[in-house]
C-alpha cells in the first residue's frame, strides 16, 4: 500500500512527472485543490485589471479626441479609476458574501439533516453516484463509505446535490481588495501619459501602452486557462481596440452633436 508505483497513469499533460510515491501522491493531490484556489484568485485579479485598462481608455481617450484640455483629460481619468476601484471592490465584495453566505448555510443544513436522519441522506447520495454511471450495488457501497464521515458526507452532498463549491468561506475581503487593487494599478496605464506629454503624444502613448498591457494580459489569461497565447491576446486586444474606438468617436463627434 506504501508504493503505488505499478499503478498504471492516464497519459497527460503532467504523466511524465506524476509522482508514483504514495506520500507524493498525497501532496501532490492536496496542492492541485490549492492550485485551483489560487487559480480562481488570479480570475478575479484579471477581472480588475481588465477593467481597469479598458474603462479608463475609453474615458480618457474620448475626452483628449474632444480637446478638452490636458487637466479635463487627467481629473476625469483620475475620478473615472477612484470611482471605478470602489464600484469593482464593493461589487466584488457583496457578491462574494452572498456567495459564501448561500454556502454557509447549505453546509449547516446539510450537516443538521445528516445528524437527524443519516439514512435518508445516504440514499440521497447512493442515487446521486447511481446517476453518475455506478451500479446499485457499487453506489451503495461508496455511499456506505463516504457516511462513514460527517464531513466527508456533507461535502460530497454539498459539491454533488447542489453543485456547490465546498470551499473557504471567508473570502469576500480579500476579493474585494484584490479586484479594487487590481483596477486602480491597471487605470495608471492609460491616464500615466497624459502628465507628462501634449494632447496629441500623450494619446498616442496611452493607447499603446495600454495596447501592450492588454495583449500582456490576454497572453496570461490564455496561459492560466491553457489556450493558445496569442489568440487570447489578440481577443484581449480586440477589446480594448473597441473600447478606445468607442470612446474617441464619442470624443470627436460628441461636441459636434450636443
Known sequence: MGDVRATRLPRGRDAATHPRERQELRDHT??????????????????????????????????ASASVGATAVIVGGVAEAAAGALAMGTGAYLSSQAENQLIVSEIADQRTEALDHFELE???????????????????????AIGHSLQALVKTKIEKELGLPFHDTETAK???????????VAAVVPLWPYF????????????????????ALGVLKGRV??????????????VGALSAGIGYLIGTLGPRLF
Open 122 to 144: 445516504r440514499l440521497e447520495l447512493q442515487i446521486l453516484f447511481e446517476e453518475e454511471g455506478l451500479s446499485e450495488a457499487d453506489a451503495r457501497t461508496a455511499s456506505l
Open 225 to 238: 486557462a491553457r489556450l493558445s497565447l496569442v489568440r487570447s491576446g489578440v481577443q484581449v486586444l480586440a
Open 174 to 184: 480579500g476579493d474585494a481588495l484584490g479586484v479594487g487593487a487590481s483596477y486602480a
Open 196 to 215: 507628462f506629454f501634449t494632447m496629441h503624444v500623450a494619446m498616442a502613448f496611452s493607447l499603446v501602452s495600454t495596447a501592450c498591457a492588454l495583449f
Open 30 to 63: 492536496l496542492e492541485e485543490r490549492r492550485r485551483l484556489s489560487r487559480f480562481t484568485r488570479i480570475r478575479e485579479l484579471v477581472l480588475g485589471f481588465q477593467d481597469g485598462l479598458l474603462v479608463p481608455l475609453g474615458v480618457v481617450t474620448g475626452l
